[in-house]
């Protein structure tokens, strides 16, 4: 699949979850003070959901973008699409399955540098970032394998 395609198929699958999450109908919002899990109260926030959409607008392809700018864009979009993931209410968990796609998005982003990036400088911080969020990818699925419920 080219970035092109990736960064297209990332931005239906978001402007799908976005466009719930604005409506305020997925579920995920807690209304009237309920509490969730973790015990704090969580509202509907018309801010919130403006920075939302301002964000998701950001990542969108604009006229006379670079394809490396394509390229993070497209990172951005499918980490946050990834980043979706339902709370559990246990901690350690929630951490680690949310923490993992994050860190994907790291490594997407690297590597994206990788292909663009011209400064030494940046080439090795980007292997080093590939390098290290491997690393705790694989710790965390390993602790998830051994510990989820």
């Known amino acids: ?13 978001a ?3 976005s466009g719930t999450a604005l409506a305020g109908g997925t579920g995920h919002h807690h209304h ?3 509490a969730p899990a973790g015990g ?6 018309a801010d919130h959901d403006a920075d939302m959409a301002k964000m998701i607008d950001a990542m969108k392809p604009s006229p006379g973008d670079a394809a490396s700018t394509l390229a993070y864009k497209a990172a951005d979009m499918a980490m946050m699409h990834d ?20 860190h994907q998005g790291a490594i997407a ?15 090795r911080l980007a292997e080093q970032i590939i390098a290290d969020q491997d690393k705790e990818i694989a710790q965390m699925r390993d602790w998830l394998a051994k510990n989820r419920k």
Do not use: E, N, S
Request: aromatic share 4%; charged share 15%.
């Open 1 to 13: 699949m080219t970035p092109t395609t990736r960064f297209l198929a990332a931005l239906a699958l």
């Open 15 to 17: 402007a799908g979850l």
């Open 32 to 34: 009237g003070g309920h």
């Open 40 to 45: 704090v109260p969580a509202t509907h926030d």
């Open 83 to 102: 980043m979706h993931v339902p709370y559990t209410g246990d901690p350690d968990v929630d951490f680690r399955t949310h923490m993992i796609p994050h």
């Open 109 to 123: 982003m690297a590597k994206v540098a990788l292909q663009h990036a011209k400064d030494p400088q940046t080439r």
